[in-house]
């Protein structure tokens, strides 16, 4: 079991599927691990390029992109714990409804600060696996309320708490009256509701207070060398696509895990149906890092500029900035809960992980080799 997924093999579903995929990422896997060995041996980027003010890229992300970010975070959080206090004191639709609203807001913030979730400050209070840790053990879930005994923040506790937990409570009953119910009959599914509301405002505020101590000296590091603040943030962004868009908003549900067996199951928010919007907030996160605060003259997108990156010779941070809006269009265009999608439209489900998985190329090989930049996570599922 990892923090962010339980995988569990389940017999194939489609042997064509799987072993077209299974081609493909072999070969993809292939490409990268060989482009990612040159760049691990040429020369470092930045010394060709000494002139460019990346402090000025820094301070453009921590200033005005990944400070505000966290403060939104925090501030929904608040607001969703407040609604679900309001809820508890007053058991009705409208307080469920204003809850359920809550909890996608502070979900939508989170998906903006999830590219700079892997270094200090989010990495030290364990953000992503703290609120966003799924698919839920809801058999823990329906555990720890029966016992009324849990720790949370503990890493046996992890599938069962943060923002899919809350959904799980709010909505995974056959109607509200169910959900009211089942609140009105168990002072302790009560007390475990406001318990994880709690836990992820106090996570939330917790890393929005210390970005603004840390801040200071992220704008300071201002190499391009693994502990380099660019180097971290680029680590950080391609892991977030690679790890928890690509596969685990889509890949794993889609079946990519488990040889063309698709898990549906395994969306981001299966109850609420807000996969779709969670998916299209995580792509937006994205593109906002790479592209830079409104107005700005100094982002990542103009570093790749200045030192004349291209992709089949077209500028590089086109085709990036390009690709993530055919990837937002196409999530738009789904019609339909994600997790029906991707059973039900098979084929588009197909282009679109094959889509995501060419943005690793841009991401992961072009752009960081462009920068003098070296991957240093390990991607263990394989590409």
């Known amino acids: ?71 939104v975070l925090a501030t929904s959080c608040e607001s969703l714990d407040n609604s679900i206090n309001t809820l508890i004191a007053d058991l009705s639709l409208p ?13 939508t913030a989170f998906q903006k600060c999830t590219p700079y979730s892997s270094f200090e400050p989010s990495n030290s209070y364990a953000l992503r696996n703290e609120l966003n840790t799924f698919p839920s053990d809801t058999a823990l879930i329906e555990q720890n309320i029966a016992s009324g005994e849990y720790a949370l923040g503990r890493v046996s506790t ?19 009256d169910d959900i009211l119910n089942a609140l009105t009959n168990d ?24 970005w603004i101590a840390y801040s200071t000296m992220y704008v300071q590091q201002d190499g391009t060398d693994v502990g380099s603040s660019l180097g971290m943030v680029v680590n ?22 488990s040889l063309g067996n698709p898990l549906p199951g395994h969306v981001e928010a299966p109850y609420s149906g807000n996969s779709k919007a969670l998916l299209m907030a995580s792509l937006e996160g994205l593109l906002q890092l790479i592209e830079g605060s409104e107005g700005s003259s100094y982002s990542l997108r103009t570093y790749m500029n200045h030192v004349g990156a291209q992709h089949s010779g ?24 994600l997790e029906a999608w991707l059973v039900e439209e098979a084929g588009a489900a197909d282009q679109l992980y094959t889509d995501l998985q060419q943005l690793v190329v841009y991401l992961k090989v072009d752009m960081t080799s462009s920068l003098g930049i070296l991957i240093s996570y390990q991607d263990t599922d394989g590409d």
């Open 1 to 71: 079991m990892t923090h962010q997924h339980r995988f569990w093999g389940i017999g194939i579903l489609s042997l064509s599927r799987s072993m077209r995929r299974a081609r493909t990422n072999t070969l993809t896997s292939i490409v990268l691990l060989l482009l990612l060995a040159i760049i691990g041996c040429s020369t470092d980027g930045a010394n060709k390029h000494p002139d460019y003010d990346r402090s000025s890229v820094l301070a453009d992300q921590a200033n005005n992109i990944i400070g505000p970010n966290f403060t």
């Open 95 to 107: 307080h469920l409804e204003d809850a359920r609203n809550a909890l996608l807001n502070a979900r």
């Open 158 to 176: 992890l599938d069962a708490q943060g923002f899919p937990a809350i959904e799980y409570l709010l909505w995974s009953a056959n109607s509200d």
């Open 187 to 210: 002072s302790n599914r009560r007390d475990y509701l406001t318990a994880l509301s709690a836990r992820c405002q106090e996570i939330a505020s917790a890393v929005s207070n210390e």
């Open 236 to 257: 950080s962004l391609n892991l977030d696509f690679e790890k928890f868009i690509r596969d685990g908003k889509v890949g794993i549900p889609l079946g990519i895990r």
């Open 314 to 337: 077209t500028e590089l941070s086109g085709v990036i900035r390009n690709h993530i809006n055919d990837l937002i269009n196409q999530v738009n265009a789904i019609d339909r809960p």
